[in-house]
T-cell receptor
Framework: AQKVTQAQTEISVVEKEDVTLDCVYETRDTTYYLFWYKQPPSGELVFLIRRNSFDEQNEISGRYSWNFQKSTSSFNFTITASQVVDSAVYFCALSEAGYGQNFVFGPGTRLSVLP | EAGVAQSPRYKIIEKRQSVAFWCNPISGHATLYWYQQILGQGPKLLIQFQNNGVVDDSQLPKDRFSAERLKGVDSTLKIQPAKLEDSAVYLC????????????FGPGTRLTVL
């Protein structure tokens, strides 16, 4: 069965520091999709990025960047020059392809950005 | 474009009572999901519908939980009878085709079982 591990339960940084959130996954499928979602204090989950298993290109979007490495089954998320508004719980998630897709979230990392 | 709607937002019940939650997904989205999120944990998928058929309900406690999606649009999730450990936020989400698409989440229903 598939599994997502986010070993960092909580991280605190000071504003403007860079921070990396780790995500390690397990799957036996060769085709799968990885996601990051943000859950701010308001509670509503917000999609950040999706990656499929055939696309190992790293991606940058503003202050956010993602590093996907199949060799280590990792999909890490870096926030550059963090801001207070980045404070939230961040979830990594995995979807296996095919009908009866199995979708699983990791346990989340709570990020606190202090002013 | 309207987002995913859920009601009620909050519910407090006694154990052994019944409760129902309602979800209206984004128009045109084929897939609808119900998640249970216990405080401090990641959301756990309870059931996934594609149109009005069930794709995955492997983690739904079928002795007390039931869900339906009539006409492939709105959905209801019911708990009968509730237990203390059912206290959680119940999230509904939808995606345009399947779980490899972006999911859009509703605000959730916070259930407290006393």
């Amino acid at each position: 069965a598939q599994k997502v591990t986010q070993a960092q339960t909580e991280i605190s940084v000071v504003e403007k520091e860079d921070v990396t959130l780790d995500c390690v996954y397990e799957t036996r499928d060769t085709t799968y999709y990885l996601f990051w979602y943000k859950q701010p204090p308001s509670g509503e989950l917000v999609f950040l990025i999706r990656r499929n298993s055939f696309d190992e290109q790293n991606e940058i979007s503003g202050r956010y960047s993602w590093n996907f490495q199949k060799s280590t089954s990792s999909f890490n998320f870096t926030i550059t020059a963090s801001q207070v508004v980045d404070s939230a719980v961040y979830f990594c998630a995995l979807s296996e392809a095919g009908y009866g897709q199995n979708f699983v979230f990791g346990p989340g990392t709570r990020l606190s950005v202090l002013p | 474009e309207a987002g995913v709607a859920q009601s009620p937002r909050y519910k407090i019940i006694e154990k052994r009572q019944s409760v129902a939650f309602w979800c209206n997904p984004i128009s045109g989205h084929a897939t609808l999901y119900w998640y249970q999120q216990i405080l401090g944990q990641g959301p756990k998928l309870l059931i996934q519908f594609q149109n009005n058929g069930v794709v995955d309900d492997s983690q739904l406690p079928k002795d007390r939980f039931s869900a339906e999606r009539l006409k492939g649009v709105d959905s209801t999730l019911k708990i009968q009878p509730a237990k203390l450990e059912d206290s959680a936020v119940y999230l509904c989400a939808s995606s345009i085709i399947s779980s490899y698409n972006e999911q859009f989440f509703g605000p959730g229903t916070r259930l407290t079982v006393l």
